[in-house]
């Protein structure tokens, strides 16, 4: 198995801007820094090559995505208000969005490797592909940025595929913990991608994920969401990926599987309230590796989305690297026996009912 990372220190320079948690620093809430910050990103790259899984990977540099390739899913007004800003003092992409100055070019280098890392899937460079891109991208609609993310990078880059590889199908499975709403609004109305989104019920974007929006006009069937309750760890998601994810992807019939990939469904994250460890994460990659082998000739690719807590996204990460590349690092999660003895590891009946609903909706896909 040869698999793609690809990476770059420019998306570690974006800036998020003053705040404690995600709130904007100002009046009571003291100067900090955003939840959605380097560092994650960084440490998780760092673990990926003191572990030694980064020899075993083939590096990929990123290339700015062009203009063209953004108006794809982007309104012209949103991305120059967006060039505007940056080439100035930075500002707000859209709701709980804030940037730097030359943010703008950096969110074109996190499309544009998300598209690189997607062309060496296709091209059959190499086998899969992960992209750690900065800044994230499924929570980006056509006209406004939002929840850190500044352009669809997924929406964008699976638009390339299909309007220059001239791929049919493409599916997409969002594990982050919140909605992939920018996702779901740009394939809404198109039976050609099937979007699904696994996340904790109505987190962010608050209203957005609900279980019966199923896609619209000849679209509609064609968007699966899985909204979890609060709490939901490792049997919730196995069982989602198992009954939901794994029949809805050998129905679809996929050429592709892109994963907008969050790690904020950890039991650690402070921006979700599930209790997933980095062997749910390593379960999830497994399903999915199994189904692509099945449907599209184990064709993956995986974008980075979420995931705030600083010491246990690398172990998640690494995880799916290891079983993406098929080398096994022989590192062992440090936190994992804490973190799958605090309870909830196990399906609870209220969680088990959405897995089954969900399925249900997945049983329609054709
Ligand atoms: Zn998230």
Known sequence: MTT??????????????????????????????????????????SLLEVSGVMDHLVQLAPRPATEDEVLRFHTRDYIESLKTMSAGNGGMAGEGTPF??????????????????????????????????RPPGHHAEKDEGRGFCMLGNAVIAIKHAQAVHGLGRVATVDWDVHHGNGTEHGFYDDPSVLTISIHQDDNFPTGSGKLEDRGEGAGEGYNINVPLPPGSGHDAYVATFEQVVAPALRAFKPDLIVVPSGFDASIYDPLGRMMATSETYRRMTEILMATAAEVCGGRL????????SVAYVPFCGLAVMEVMSGANSGVEDPFYAAASSDGGGGIMPHQAAVVDAAAAVASAIT
């Not at 998300?114 to 062309?119: E, G, M, Q, T």
């Open 4 to 45: 793609g990372f690809l990476h770059h220190e420019s998306y570690l320079w974006h800036d998020t801007r003053s705040a404690g948690l995600y709130l904007p620093a100002g009046g009571m809430v003291q100067p900090g820094e955003h939840a959605e910050n380097p560092e994650t990103k960084r440490r998780l790259r």
């Open 100 to 133: 730097g100055p030359g943010s703008w070019e950096i969110a074109l280098l996190s499309t544009g490797g998300v598209i690189r890392a997607l062309d060496a899937v296709v091209e059959g460079e190499v086998d899969n592909a992960y992209a750690l891109v």
């Open 301 to 308: 690719m995986m974008c980075h989305e979420g995931g705030y």
